[in-house]
């Protein structure tokens, strides 16, 4: 046999013990190596939420923050884009006819230029992201489309509309000028210029006071004012002046006069001067054109913009005071287009703010930010004060052969959870494994901190609280009297610093218009604001009449000038009397006060229901009175002697 080769003995091959036991050893071995490498790896546990489901909840949640707090600007939902299909029925023939905003055509170059070339400022809506550091504290001119945009909002409107209903609730009162022969009534509390003009003239030579026939036709000249001022609607027209001004910083008054064609944008007449309404270009021009005033109506800011102005010379009265206005491309002069500036800006900002004034918007708006995400921030946490707390194993609802087995379902039984949760639901937890418990925020001081920014935010237009929102002071005797006495002082204020001068004109021009010129002896004044209740006028009319009697019995005045004084005083009841006509108290003392004929008799038996006695003529004679009568006539007499001891020692 070759090397290596079998032998080839023929006879068979036989396994020795210890051989058979290895290779028994060698096949446990590699059996028990193949159920290992068959049987499965257990699968790692899997997490209740994925990377990708994280990240869409948050977004989803700053998506949330952020439509809730600062909504980004997209063109969707832009209030100045015409969207036909927000018109109801007639979306057909909107979208046919396509129609643009105003300042979309028609317009002058200068002011194109200010609607779309100065985004920062004229449109700070798409700008408010841009700018919002500066936007937010009131730094930067908002621009008219955005302050038009906040006037919607009661927090913003609010501030116009009372400011402009206070300053116009109580109006004005014309009056002939004060001179000698006005009525002690009609004397004015407080003098105004025109006052002081008419004194300069009486002291003139030949100055004389007025006569009773010219207050007369003064008086019938106020009626007839009166009645013109509310066929303008004069009052109406102020008003809504004022609140644009609260809206814009800035409000127009145009003067529709006789002879301007407003239909003809190019007519020269509206680029000529009226003068003042009492100055030298107003008697060249307007000298006996009755009925020259036909009208007036506000024009918002928006629609307007100045271009003639001096910006060279600052020593003179027009240093950036446009002296021509462009209405969608109409000229306009400043004399028929009277501008209102409430709170006007320094000179190195007028031009950014197209020439007007810092609106009461902007002025609030910082603390009106404050104000909305204070109350979010407390209705949110009112929202969520109480927190229920299901506490589990989360081990085993979220590992492998857990309670709810494979890779658990937390979500589910928090969805169970959720479902019975209120009191008409039965809830059932595992006793051993699982607890419910409820978790609430305190919520206590959230009023305070809420009133607090709301009243800041109030402070801005000096409102009182109550005023505002009618919110009434808290605590014993609280009252807002006060405040409301410093709110009306500061809408005389503002009625004197908006209104005077402009209204001053308006009246001179319903006057030229009226009798062809000005009537110098007529002038007005502001009706005070603060009035007493019916309980508070009957107080100070017991103390004026106390203090009068007091004055009388000592003898610093006489009962005719006391008399006097109450003729006079339209508040007293007594107005109108003949202050001469002066009762004599002291005769009917000296008399007994016993009328003539003697004073009438009580009927006899009348307590007991029966009739008198009919030879009883029912006159009784003082001296027919019992003893106690005759003591009380003797005191009445004894007190007239006292208290007009002084009068008789003066006749004596």
Excluded: C
Aim: cysteine-free; charged content about 30%; aromatic content about 8%.
């Amino acid at each position: 046999m070759a090397r290596g080769g079998a032998r080839n003995t023929g006879k068979s091959w036989k396994w020795s013990a210890e051989a058979r036991a290895r290779l028994s050893e060698k096949k446990k071995l590699q059996s028990a190596n193949n159920q290992v490498s068959d049987s499965k790896v257990p699968a790692q546990p899997q997490p209740m939420f994925s990377a990708e489901s994280i990240h869409a909840l948050l977004s989803a949640m700053q998506e949330n923050q952020q439509r809730s707090r600062t909504r980004p600007r997209t063109p969707e939902w832009n209030p100045y884009i015409i969207r036909p299909d927000l018109f109801g029925p007639v979306h057909a023939h909107v979208k046919k006819n396509r129609p643009g905003m105003a300042l979309d055509s028609k317009m002058s170059r200068n002011l194109r230029q200010m609607a779309f070339d100065n985004n920062v400022a004229i449109q700070a809506w798409q700008a408010g992201g841009i700018m919002n550091n500066a936007v937010s504290e009131g730094l930067l001119f908002l621009g008219y489309p955005y302050l038009a945009e906040l006037a919607q909002r009661p927090e913003f409107r609010l501030f116009g509309e009372i400011r402009a209903e206070e300053m116009t609730r109580k109006w004005t009162q014309h009056r002939g000028t004060d001179d000698e022969s006005t009525k002690e009534k009609n004397k004015p509390k407080t003098r105004n210029a025109d006052d002081d003009s008419y004194q300069g003239f009486l002291n003139n030579p030949g100055g004389k006071p007025r006569t009773d026939g010219r207050n007369k036709d003064i008086e019938n000249k106020i009626k007839e004012l009166k009645d013109f001022e509310e066929e303008l609607k004069v009052r109406a027209w102020f008003k809504a002046a004022a609140a644009d001004d609260s809206n814009f910083g800035i409000s127009h008054l145009f003067l529709d006069t006789k002879g301007v064609d407003i239909d003809n944008q190019q007519d020269p007449e509206l680029k000529k001067p009226l003068g003042n309404g009492r100055d030298a270009m107003t008697k060249a021009k307007l000298k006996g054109a009755k009925g020259f005033l036909k009208g007036m109506r506000t024009i918002e800011p928006i629609w307007a913009y100045p271009t003639v102005y001096n910006a060279v010379n600052p020593l003179q009265p027009s240093w950036y005071d446009p002296q021509v206005w462009y209405v969608m491309g109409t000229e306009i002069h400043q004399s028929r287009f009277l501008t209102f500036i409430g709170r006007p800006v320094p000179d190195i900002l007028k031009p950014a703010y197209a020439f007007g004034g810092l609106s009461m918007t902007q002025m609030a708006q910082p603390y009106v930010d404050i104000w909305l995400r204070t109350r979010e921030s407390v209705g949110e946490i009112i929202h969520a004060f109480s927190v229920m707390v299901l506490k589990t194993n989360m081990a085993t609802r979220t590992m492998p052969g857990g309670a709810s087995g494979g890779n658990g379902d937390v979500l589910a039984r928090l969805a169970l959870f959720l479902m019975l949760r209120d009191n008409q639901g039965v809830f059932a937890i595992d006793k051993n494994t699982e607890d419910f418990t409820n978790v609430s925020a305190p919520i206590s001081g959230l009023d305070e901190l809420q009133a607090q920014s709301q009243e800041h935010m109030f402070s801005v237009g000096r409102i009182p609280a109550v005023k505002f929102a009618g919110i009434q002071p808290k605590g014993l005797n609280a009252t807002s009297e006060g405040e409301m006495r410093a709110f009306n002082d500061t809408i005389h204020g503002s009625q004197e610093h908006l209104y005077r001068s402009h209204l001053t004109s308006v009246y001179d021009f319903m006057q030229i218009s009226l009798w062809g010129e000005r009537d110098p002896d007529i002038t007005y004044d502001f009706l005070p604001l603060q009035e007493l209740t019916p309980k508070e006028k009957a107080e100070v009319r017991k103390l004026d009449a106390e203090t009068d009697q007091i004055r009388v019995d000592s003898g610093v005045v006489s009962q005719e000038e006391v008399r006097t004084k109450v003729a006079n005083d339209p508040e007293s009841g007594f107005d109108g009397i003949d202050p001469d006509d002066v009762p004599d108290l002291l005769e009917e003392i000296e008399s007994g006060l016993e009328p003539e004929g003697g004073r009438p008799q009580p009927l006899a038996g009348s307590a007991k229901g029966e009739k008198a006695p009919a030879k009883d003529g029912g006159i009784q004679n003082f001296d027919d009175a019992d003893s106690e009568e005759n003591l009380r006539r003797d005191r009445l007499i004894e007190a007239g002697d006292r208290r007009y001891g002084l009068r008789r020692g003066k006749k004596g």
